[in-house]
């Protein structure tokens, strides 16, 4: 009797050990449209929908494409969670070569939260400001 109750604990132990591990893909995964608010910025304020597909595509287990759309226009972009920071790059349009807007925050657990903003054209911050990103998937467009 003593040997089959060690024997039942044996063969269950593995199996609740991988039922309490939280599930990385799911528990910790950036996928979702997520608002991102810009505050104090000389003509960037409001809140911009950033839509992030975390499929490490970009060199870091989650990363992946990002997209946001400005004045009716689709813009693309990457994004990367390094250790506990989100670094969001999106192309720009307009009369520069190299433009783009870059949202940088902390990030931990599928989580997204506060930072900074950066407009940035022919490689200098022309417009920055305060980042607050809201909860996943509650983008009003």
């Given at each position: 009797?003593?040997?089959?109750?060690?024997?039942?604990?044996?063969?269950?132990?593995?199996?609740?050990?991988?039922?309490?591990t939280?599930?990385?893909a799911?528990?910790?995964?950036y996928?979702g449209?997520?608002?991102?608010?810009?505050?104090?910025s000389?003509?960037?304020?409001?809140?911009?929908?950033l839509?992030?597909?975390?499929?490490?595509?970009?060199?870091?287990?989650?990363?992946?494409?990002?997209?946001?759309?400005?004045?009716?226009?689709?813009?693309?972009?990457?994004f990367?969670?390094?250790?506990?920071?989100?670094?969001?790059?999106?192309?720009?349009?307009?009369s520069?070569?190299?433009?783009?807007?870059?949202?940088?925050a902390q990030?931990?657990?599928?989580?997204?939260?506060?930072?900074?903003y950066?407009?940035?054209?022919?490689?200098?911050?022309i417009?920055?400001?305060?980042?607050?990103?809201?909860?996943?998937n509650s983008?009003?467009?």
């Amino acid at each position: 009797m003593t040997r089959s109750i060690r024997l039942l604990i044996a063969a269950a132990l593995p199996v609740v050990a991988l039922a309490l591990t939280p599930g990385a893909a799911s528990a910790q995964s950036y996928t979702g449209d997520w608002p991102a608010t810009v505050t104090h910025s000389k003509g960037s304020n409001g809140t911009y929908c950033l839509s992030l597909t975390d499929n490490g595509s970009n060199g870091w287990p989650h990363s992946g494409q990002a997209t946001t759309v400005l004045d009716g226009t689709t813009l693309y972009g990457t994004f990367q969670v390094i250790g506990s920071l989100i670094t969001v790059t999106i192309q720009s349009y307009g009369s520069y070569e190299d433009a783009g807007l870059v949202f940088v925050a902390q990030a931990s657990n599928g989580t997204i939260g506060k930072g900074a903003y950066d407009d940035v054209y022919d490689g200098e911050g022309i417009d920055s400001g305060a980042l607050a990103f809201g909860a996943k998937n509650s983008c009003s467009e």
